[in-house]
């Protein structure tokens, strides 16, 4: 059995990091949730290291990176994040993975066998398979195909297919159709990412979620980012960050 620090400070996250843990990793168990980088210090200092460790970056008492200045850790770390701006950062620093929150259990599964490749002897998938637990993963998820929405006392369905972009807008987040209305929508872009079936929706950044069918236009640029023309977007071009820019690219070629 392997042994996993978790370091969380978020209650929610931390239980629904250990409910996938139980499910797509029996071979593991997690020792310790810790919630800031001083519990995080004097655990590692007074503890066996574990086998691995997953640490949220951002912190109640500042980021996680702190941990690794303070305490000698060889331990390989998946890490996770609401944001992506971190990660040239992470990879100085035994990183395995760098997982967007809200994490996907696909991406997950996928990080913790690469995990068993690359540190642990006679690597193997868990009990069943991995491409079966996957896949299984995969066929019990059911996507979003339609929202109800409200223009004045009217309430109206609007389907998938029928979307343009979704943006945040402060603290709003709108659904534009392919007709150019616009409806304001419950989720926040967080929720939407995972409501929206992968194959045709992107989260381009923090502001826009983009079906396929709406972009016009990609446009590379020197330092890495794509720059996308989005139809009928008010903004003329909407940026993909370096760090995504791969993963954008195997999305449009999948």
Known sequence: MMNVL???????AASQMKQLMGRLAPDMTVVAVLESIREAVTWLAANPAPDLL?????LADGDCFEIFRLVKITAPVIFTTAYDEFMQQA??????????KPIDPVELAA??????????????PSPGGLQHLLDGILANRRYKSRFLVRRAARLSVVPVTDIAYLNAEGRLVMLHTLAGEKYLVDEALDQLEQLLDPLVFFRLNRKYIVPLTAIERIQPDLNG??????????DEQVFVSREKAGAFKAWLDA
């Open 6 to 12: 978790l370091i969380e400070d978020e209650t929610a």
């Open 54 to 58: 997953i640490t949220d970056i951002q």
């Open 91 to 100: 990879f100085k620093v035994n990183s395995v993975d760098y997982l967007l």
């Open 111 to 124: 990080a913790l066998q690469k995990y068993r490749d690359l540190y642990t002897r006679n690597a193997a």
């Open 225 to 234: 980012k794509l720059w996308i023309r989005i139809r009928d977007c008010a």
